[in-house]
């Protein structure tokens, strides 16, 4: 038999209080797409950051492509593996253009500059291998999720010299919708039947059924199963990752929604062109859509971290003004963001500081210092509410494991009880047993009053969660489906624009809104 690309053996790595890997073995063969999945806390995240060099094991040995048994250095590393990483590792006040950069050589021979627009149009080649076209000379922290995985994508992929390397991704389609995801997997089967070998790691565990052909689970840093994917189904990797059979969340609730709650008329910007829609309370309301359709921006909008270009937004029957999340907290909003790490908690503070950032009124003395005592005992109140593990107020956030940042990133916004709740990409990058949780307190939310937004590039979440779906497309709505009529196909179809009789309808709507 052929020697594998990569081999690992008994992989070991201890931090202080936890054992994150206890022997991990693996390998990965030329061609192969091999699955690593696993629940949050498992021990993914610290096998990708040892093959990358980014953490020395204490036990173990990485051979690669039989070059020897020692655990390589960073340097060496990715000289023949390749990462994407969860958290992309862009520069985000660079632009495409000069992150694709950091990959290579600069220029002409290694030192003449290359002229910047030969540098452009190959950055703008690389993104369009993926359906993309956006301006490569922006900062990417101006690019959505979705933009800058796109980039993370094509800067791994760039200037292989020899195909039989070895490509890491981690989480690539977090941020990802549909279509999107059709094609990074269009381009992995091709740099995998090109020779390369392929570890891809994933919460979404139809994605993995999909694309692997070999799953390995780790739990509590040991590997549990290593077997072939088509052996396989949704239950059984549930089963593997966890343990045991998971509980189904408990999504059900009075379908009585109330008086509206958030009502919005022509709202414009980004690439939002003209949104009208109407949210009750103690409804859920989804917001389906490809790249580019709005769908990814219309949160940010609503709440004021992007500015509007135009429209009206009223909370209760109150005017909201655009661009300005004060008056958003203070007109009763929540907004968790897609990207919880940069935008929806602070990493360095600990886990009671985050959770008490937006409103420590209640919590202040007379003399306006913070009761330091009541704020203990709220913060144990919801780290047992929540489930968070460790159940530790003062452990930094970036510490928690990603379903334990994203619960208490929405944890933050629950303890105002909100009358409008903002959610973009609530699950993304948890695992099974955390999304759960997740579904289980947004329907109780709204179950208590408050009108929940969801927006997500997951289809069966849409229509496991929301009462109703609005279809975005081009910047407009081009769809509205109910219950009776929601589900993930109609979903795709609405958002490829396959339905032709909608379009025409969404214009005729649009204008006779337009003045609303």
Request: proline share 4%; aromatic share 2%; with cysteine.
């Amino acid at each position: 038999m052929t020697a594998p690309l990569l081999s690992v053996a008994g992989l070991t790595k201890t931090f202080p209080g936890l054992r994150a890997l206890d022997g991990v073995s693996l390998d990965v063969a030329s061609g192969e797409i091999l699955a690593v999945v696993g629940q949050n806390g498992s021990g993914k995240s610290t096998l990708v950051k040892i093959l990358a060099g980014l953490l020395e094991a204490d036990a173990g040995t990485v051979e690669v492509r039989g070059r020897d048994g020692r655990v390589p250095s960073e340097h060496e590393a990715t000289a023949e593996l390749h990462f994407i990483h969860q958290d992309l590792g862009l520069i985000s006040m660079l632009s495409t253009v000069e992150n694709l950069d950091l990959s290579h050589d600069l220029g002409r021979h290694g030192f003449l500059p290359a002229p910047r627009r030969e540098e452009a149009r190959r950055a703008t080649e690389l993104i369009a291998r993926f359906g993309a076209s956006f301006d490569v000379g922006m900062p990417t922290s101006e690019l959505t999720a979705a933009e800058r995985s796109i980039v993370a994508i094509a800067r791994a992929l760039e200037g292989w010299l020899r195909p039989d390397n070895v490509l890491v991704l981690d989480e690539p389609t977090a941020a990802l919708a549909a279509d999107e995801v059709s094609r990074l997997f269009t381009a992995i089967r091709h740099v995998a039947e090109a020779g390369a070998g392929i570890i891809f790691i994933s919460h979404r565990l139809d994605e993995v059924m999909e694309l692997a052909d070999r799953v390995v689970a780790l739990r509590d840093g040991h590997v549990v199963a290593d077997v072939p994917a088509a052996q396989v189904d949704h239950e059984a990797l549930v089963r593997m990752i966890a343990g045991h059979d998971l509980a189904r969340a408990n999504l059900e609730r009075a379908l009585h929604p109330g008086d509206p709650v958030l009502t919005v008329r022509g709202l414009a910007g980004a690439t939002v062109a003209h949104v009208d829609l109407d949210l009750r309370a103690g409804e859920i309301l989804g917001v389906s859509g490809l790249l580019g359709s709005g769908r990814e921006h219309l949160a940010s909008l609503l709440f004021g971290a992007l500015p509007r270009k135009r429209g009206h937004v009223r909370v209760a029957g109150r005017a909201l003004r655009g661009g300005d999340p004060r008056a958003a907290i203070a007109r009763d909003l929540g907004f968790v963001p897609a990207d919880r790490r940069t935008a929806g908690l602070v990493l360095d503070m600990c886990v009671r500081e985050n959770l008490t950032l937006p409103r420590l009124a209640p919590l202040r003395r007379p003399t306006g210092r913070l009761d330091a005592g009541a704020e203990r005992n709220e913060t144990r109140a919801w780290i047992r509410k929540m489930g968070l593990r460790p159940p530790e107020p003062e452990r930094p956030v970036g510490l928690l494991s990603g379903g334990n940042q994203q619960k208490l990133a929405l944890a933050k916004w629950l303890r105002n009880e909100p009358k409008v709740l903002l959610l973009d990409e609530p699950t993304q990058g948890v695992d099974v047993g955390a999304k759960a949780s997740i579904y289980e307190l947004v329907a109780s939310a709204a179950e208590q009053g408050a009108g929940v937004l969801v927006s997500s590039s997951d289809a069966k979440e849409l229509t496991l969660l929301c009462d109703r779906v609005l279809v975005l497309r081009d910047g407009f709505v081009a769809a509205e489906l109910d219950r009776g009529s929601l589900n993930e196909a109609q979903l795709i179809r609405e958002s490829l624009g396959l339905s032709g009789d909608r379009r025409e309808a969404r214009f005729a709507t649009t204008s006779e809104r337009s003045d609303g």
